[in-house]
């Protein structure tokens, strides 16, 4: 792209992505830019996932500069684990004010919808993610450990008790740092649910290098999880909580949903924990706040249920987005070069396999929960290119008797991508979204570039696709609609009560101007043979002859 625009020039090169690449996979370059693309989606029953998919361009050399080794393998050949970050405080305040617009612009204004996508590292800072993420996977190690076993620490249910046992084999129960330790650990009846007070680490000023110390078994002392950190890394973590606070309040008073994008496994862990803690905080009444689950991975089932499972017994609404995965190649790259286990699973089948496997147990929870007459406190975005997978979705949901009114399981596919799929679905009726990226157009074609990079085992699948484009295209050549932009029909659920309402206050109407026009008859009809009455009686008067002959009328 950078040799077409040196040969043609800034402008011409506008005009010729606005006619290909960005035209078709983007709405706009604002949000009074993407209202017809809106407009359109909204007549065929599909509501817009909003994103404003601005993304820094840096070469390999930069990329290699600006990583450090522990986490990454930036030499050559291993391009493609490339990552897009967002350095300073500034940069991060600046994306919060444009994701903050994005909510204002979704809550209504443009059009009637509730979601917006929010990549969560363009507001956070990478290292501290990273270093948030590295305590989460020693955190585990840890309770493994101590009790045995493996898995989230919310897996085991182990009691507080049971903790102290150890301790005290360990000689250090009485230590003041482990008391304090003990007190603030996260349990219920089944259990310790986080070793740490997340809660307070979300909403309170709480030092990190400081909160995360454990006692050591065998040294017999409290360690440190992690490392400690400078004044101006602690006032980065409270400014990172404190903007996506503010933007989790902003979408909860707006009404509109939020879904935090997934990332690299050395940042997942830092991102699903602080996602979830902004659940447990807003997600009281409705799902506002979805995590995504990338189903490419081997541990996608173990995370979702894990994840179900703590928002079950932290009593908060769970809502998800299911994922194929988007760095399939990075993650590979990345696990050779440093030589550790490939966290992805085999295969294309094998992913599906994962994808259906998680589905279907957000689905059990879900039925469980309609068996037993509770709120359905679990909400599912399927957001798949796979038509088989859309397919299974729809199959589990009759199944289990989910209705598409039920607003529980919803659809999303990207925009210029399957539309066979997405259309037919809001047409139906279905909760139907497509995936709205705007910006301009020099910012977002780093975005475009890495999304034809990820999704290019999509495109070599996309067969069905492309035969259904060249019949339509045969189609329109035959019937002389080369030119033609079709319409839709959807009427949303609101506007067909009142539409029902309006028919039956107009057949109301009707019904009572007919018995109003019967009752005038009826009246001139009785002053009609109250006449002839009147006459009649006057006439035998007259006569003089009471013999009369009944008068027939």
């Known amino acids: 792209m950078k040799i077409t625009r040196a040969i043609v020039g800034d402008y011409f090169f506008k005009v010729l992505m606005k006619g290909t690449f960005y035209g078709h996979f983007v709405a706009g370059e604002d949000t009074i830019a993407i209202r017809p693309t809106l407009e359109r989606l909204r007549s065929f029953g599909v509501k817009p996932i909003l994103d404003y998919s601005v993304e820094e361009d840096i070469s390999q050399e930069e990329a290699e500069r600006r990583e450090v080794e522990s986490f990454a393998d930036r030499r050559y050949k291993v391009q493609s684990a490339r990552t897009y970050f967002y350095l300073n405080e500034a940069q991060c305040e600046r994306n919060l004010d444009v994701f903050q617009e994005c909510l204002e ?156 994008d997934a990332e690299q496994t050395y940042f997942q862990p830092a991102i699903t924990r602080i996602t979830l803690e902004m659940m447990r905080k807003y997600n009281q009444n409705k799902a506002v706040i979805f995590n995504t689950y990338q189903c490419y991975l081997k541990n996608a089932y173990k995370e979702a249920t894990t994840d179900l499972e703590q928002a079950k017994r932290q009593n908060f609404f769970f809502g998800a987005k299911l994922v194929r995965g988007a760095y399939l190649e990075q993650e590979r790259a990345r696990a050779a070069a440093l030589g550790y286990p490939d966290p992805t699973n085999n295969s294309f089948d094998s992913t599906t396999e994962m994808y259906h496997q998680t589905l279907t147990e957000c689905l059990r929870r879900i039925q469980d929960l309609k068996d037993k007459g509770e709120e359905k406190k679990i909400a599912i975005m399927v957001a798949s290119h796979n038509e088989h997978t859309v397919r299974f979705a729809i199959e589990k949901m009759k199944e289990i008797g989910i209705l598409p009114e039920d607003k529980v399981i919803c659809f999303g596919q ?63 050549i035959t019937n002389g609609q080369i030119i033609y932009t079709p319409k839709g029909n959807y009427t949303p659920e609101i506007d067909r009560t009142k539409i029902k309402k309006k028919r039956k206050n107009k057949l109301l109407r009707v019904n009572l101007m007919k018995k109003a026009h019967l009752r005038k008859e009826e009246k001139i009809i009785k002053k009609v043979l109250n006449k002839i009455i009147k006459k009649s009686y006057q006439i035998i008067l007259k006569s003089n002859n009471f013999s009369f002959n009944i008068i027939s009328f």
Not at 110 to 130: D, N, P
Not at 179 to 199: A, C, M, N, R
Not at 208 to 235: A, I
Not at 423 to 441: D, E, H, N, T, V
Request: net charge positive; with cysteine.
């Open 105 to 260: 612009k979704v809550s209504g204004k443009i059009v009637i919808t509730s979601r917006a996508l929010c990549k969560i590292i363009y507001i956070l800072q990478y290292m501290i993610l990273l270093q948030l993420s590295e305590v989460i996977m020693r955190t585990r190690q840890y309770m493994a450990d101590v009790v045995g076993g493996g898995g989230n620490v919310l897996t085991h249910h182990v009691l507080p008790e049971e903790l102290e046992k150890k301790f005290e084999q360990a000689h250090m129960l009485k230590d003041a740092p482990v008391q304090k330790f003990l007190d603030k650990i996260t349990y219920d009846k089944e259990g310790v649910i986080h070793l740490f007070p997340w809660s307070g680490i979300i909403d309170e000023n709480q030092q990190l290098s400081e909160t995360f110390r454990v006692p050591d078994l065998k040294s017999g002392r409290m360690v440190r999880l992690l490392t400690q950190l400078t004044p101006k890394e602690e006032e980065m973590f409270r400014n990172m909580i404190r903007r996506i606070d503010s933007l989790c309040k902003m979408a909860t008073d707006l009404d509109v949903r939020i879904m935090v």
């Open 414 to 476: 990207l925009l210029g991508m399957c539309d066979y799929i997405t259309f037919p679905l809001g047409q139906a009726g279905y909760s139907a979204y497509k995936y709205i990226p705007y910006g301009p157009i020099n910012e977002v074609l780093p975005y475009l570039s890495r999304r034809a990079h990820e999704n290019k085992g999509i495109l070599k699948k996309i067969k069905k696709e492309k035969r259904l484009l060249l019949s339509e295209i045969g189609r329109r």
